[in-house]
Each structure stands twice: as structure tokens, then as C-alpha cells.
């Protein structure tokens, strides 16, 4: 009996020790992800994108990598608008090979997913529009939405301008610093924002950046408007499209322990993008969702 008691009391100190490290590393991000509450505008406040004369004449997509999951498949997509004169604006980078096989092989320890297939690295996939590219920005500052901004680097070297929020520059956490100092660090020159709101670009009409908050505190929204169209990239507010017209979260694990997120603020921007995404003239596009994004009406970039 004596040692079955110690064996308990050891057990409780060892539960009460975790209990306390979680709570330090978790309270944290969580408290400071419910303090990015910014505004969420109307769809009428994004009309004014498409007022420009000399806005872009395309959208395009870039897959890096495809992973098979129980329902679907995992996209890591990089975005690039392009304007007249050839200029481009790239929005997230995806990852490089090791890193890509690192992050399947993760899901894939975990039971949630299979075998994925690369295909190939950002500068690559984009051939001579890399020196084009004069604009970038990102959905979030996760890892497999970033690293692939330095072998982008290695090529394009100077140049380009990196446009962020001051959520997404200033406000980070344990699943976010290591991009974020990828992106500090590398060939992108810093840019400025204006205004509040629906943010304007210098230099790109037609491009919109929204504070979104939610799934990361530098979590963004972009909107392009394309002949009319308006395409908003909601990143990782969902895993999928199906996901965002349900209302669906991420699940209480994956929200509380893994990636701390604001699932009530979430909530707001799953209801206001399904309404976005009702309009004939706008298209929700979801960044993981690549089944969805082949599906759809944009198209992909080919060399």
C-alpha cells in the first residue's frame, strides 16, 4: 500500500508538472491571438478594389507539394497576381523538398496522411517569372506557408518587397518566430501599408490586404480583383472549402494544444467568407484545398 501511495503522489506531481508547462507555453499565445480583433469588412467595402483602371489581368496558382489525406488531398500553394507589364506579386512561398518531406512525414506519424508528391522548389516552378516578381506577402507565418522564401531568394536575390500587416510583423508565437525570422532575413525589401481596413498596395491597384487574426495574430486576407472578379484568399481559416461553407473548426486539440487560435473570432470569418463566397462574383479560395483550386476557375502557372 505504502508503495502504491507513492506511485500516486509521484503521478500527481508529474501530472501537476505538465499541467503547469502547458500552461506556460499555451496561455500565452492564446491570450495574445484574442487581442487581434480588427474590423471585418463588408463586401461592399471591397468594391472599391475594382474601381481601378489598371488592376491585374491575372491570378495563378503554384503547387509545391500534394499530400493524400483521408478526404481529399493537401495543397501547399504559392499565389501570383500579375499585372500588365509582367510585374507580379507573390503571395505565400510553399517549402523546399527536405522540408516538405519533413512536414508529410509528420502527418503521415500521426494518421493523417499518406504519401505526398513534390513538385519541385518555388524558383524552379516559377522559371524566369521569378525575376518578376517585384511584390510578396503571406496568408500567416507558418512554416509551410514560408520557408520557401529562401531558396526563392537564393535566385531572385534583391528586389522584391515584402508587404505585412503590423499584426504579422510585430506579433508572433511558438508556431510562428521560426518563419518569421526566415522572412525577416531574407532578400525581401520591407514595404508599407496604408490605411485601415481593406489595405491598399503602392504600386499593385487592385490588391486588398485584410487583418484577419483567428488562426495565427498575423494571419491575412488578400483579395484580387481580376476583370471583375474577386478573389479572396483566406489562407488557413479552414483545412478546406467544405469546411468553411459547414462552419466547421479545426477541432478542440488541434485549436487549444497544437495551434492556439481564436475559434470564436474564426467563427466570425468562416460566416463572413461563406457570404463572400455566395456572390457571383467573388471566390473564396482556401490555401490547403488544392482539390477544390483545381476544380475552380483559376488557373495554373506554367513556365
Given at each position: 500500500m505504502?508503495?502504491?501511495s507513492?506511485?500516486?503522489?509521484?503521478?500527481?506531481?508529474?501530472l501537476?508538472?505538465?499541467?503547469?508547462?502547458?500552461?506556460?507555453?499555451?496561455?500565452?499565445?492564446?491570450?495574445?491571438?484574442?487581442?487581434?480583433?480588427?474590423?471585418?469588412?463588408?463586401?461592399?467595402?471591397?468594391?472599391a478594389l475594382?474601381?481601378?483602371?489598371?488592376?491585374?489581368v491575372?491570378?495563378?496558382?503554384?503547387?509545391?507539394?500534394t499530400?493524400?489525406?483521408?478526404?481529399?488531398?493537401?495543397?501547399?500553394?504559392v499565389?501570383?497576381?500579375e499585372?500588365?507589364?509582367?510585374r507580379?506579386?507573390?503571395i505565400?512561398?510553399?517549402?523546399?523538398?527536405?522540408?516538405?518531406?519533413?512536414?508529410?512525414?509528420?502527418?503521415?506519424k500521426i494518421?493523417?496522411?499518406?504519401?505526398?508528391?513534390?513538385?519541385?522548389v518555388?524558383?524552379?516552378?516559377?522559371?524566369?517569372?521569378?525575376?518578376?516578381?517585384?511584390g510578396?506577402g503571406?496568408?500567416?507565418?507558418?512554416?509551410?506557408?514560408?520557408?520557401?522564401?529562401?531558396?526563392?531568394c537564393?535566385v531572385?536575390?534583391?528586389?522584391?518587397t515584402?508587404?505585412?500587416?503590423?499584426?504579422?510583423?510585430?506579433?508572433?508565437n511558438?508556431?510562428?518566430?521560426e518563419?518569421?525570422?526566415?522572412?525577416?532575413?531574407s532578400?525581401?525589401?520591407?514595404?508599407?501599408l496604408?490605411?485601415?481596413g481593406?489595405?491598399?498596395v503602392?504600386?499593385?491597384?487592385?490588391l486588398?490586404?485584410?487583418?484577419?487574426?483567428g488562426h495565427?495574430?498575423?494571419?491575412?486576407?488578400?483579395v484580387?480583383?481580376?476583370?471583375?472578379?474577386?478573389?479572396?484568399?483566406?489562407?488557413?481559416t479552414?483545412?478546406?472549402?467544405?469546411?468553411l461553407?459547414s462552419?466547421?473548426?479545426?477541432?478542440?486539440?488541434?485549436?487549444?494544444?497544437?495551434?492556439?487560435?481564436n475559434?470564436?473570432?474564426?467563427k466570425?470569418?468562416?460566416l463572413?467568407?461563406?457570404?463572400?463566397?455566395a456572390r457571383?462574383?467573388?471566390?473564396v479560395i482556401?490555401?490547403?484545398?488544392i482539390?477544390d483550386?483545381?476544380?475552380?476557375n483559376m488557373?495554373?502557372?506554367?513556365?
Open positions: 505504502k508503495i502504491l507513492l506511485i500516486l503522489k509521484i503521478a500527481a506531481v508529474l501537476a508538472l505538465l499541467v503547469l508547462t502547458l500552461a506556460v507555453i499555451l496561455v500565452p499565445p492564446h491570450m495574445q491571438i484574442r487581442k487581434v480583433t480588427p474590423p471585418i469588412p463588408q463586401a461592399e467595402q471591397l468594391q475594382g474601381s481601378v483602371s489598371d488592376g491585374p491575372s491570378i495563378r496558382y503554384i503547387n509545391t507539394s499530400q493524400a489525406l483521408g478526404t481529399g488531398h493537401l495543397g501547399h500553394t499565389f501570383l497576381i499585372w500588365a507589364d509582367g507580379v506579386f507573390m505565400d512561398a510553399g517549402m523546399d523538398r527536405l522540408h516538405a518531406e519533413e512536414f508529410a512525414a509528420l502527418l503521415k494518421g493523417r496522411g499518406g504519401d505526398v508528391d513534390i513538385h519541385g518555388l524558383p524552379d516552378l516559377l522559371g524566369g517569372a521569378t525575376q518578376r516578381v517585384m510578396a503571406f496568408t500567416h507565418l507558418h512554416i509551410d506557408h514560408a520557408q520557401g522564401i529562401v531558396p526563392f537564393v531572385r536575390g534583391p528586389g522584391a515584402l508587404y505585412q500587416t503590423e499584426f504579422q510583423r510585430d506579433l508572433h511558438f508556431n510562428t518566430k518563419a518569421a525570422a526566415l522572412v525577416a532575413g532578400c525581401l525589401a520591407a514595404g508599407s496604408s490605411g485601415e481593406v489595405q491598399t503602392d504600386g499593385f491597384p487592385g486588398g490586404v485584410i487583418a484577419a487574426g495565427t495574430p498575423g494571419s491575412t486576407i488578400y484580387v480583383v481580376v476583370q471583375g472578379h474577386f478573389w479572396v484568399l483566406a489562407g488557413d479552414t483545412n478546406s472549402k467544405a469546411d461553407l462552419n466547421t473548426g479545426k477541432g478542440f486539440v488541434y485549436s487549444t494544444f497544437l495551434v492556439p487560435e475559434t470564436g473570432r474564426l466570425k470569418l468562416r463572413w467568407l461563406s457570404e463572400l463566397d457571383e462574383d467573388m471566390t482556401i490555401s490547403h484545398d482539390d483550386i483545381q476544380s475552380g488557373m495554373e502557372f506554367s513556365r
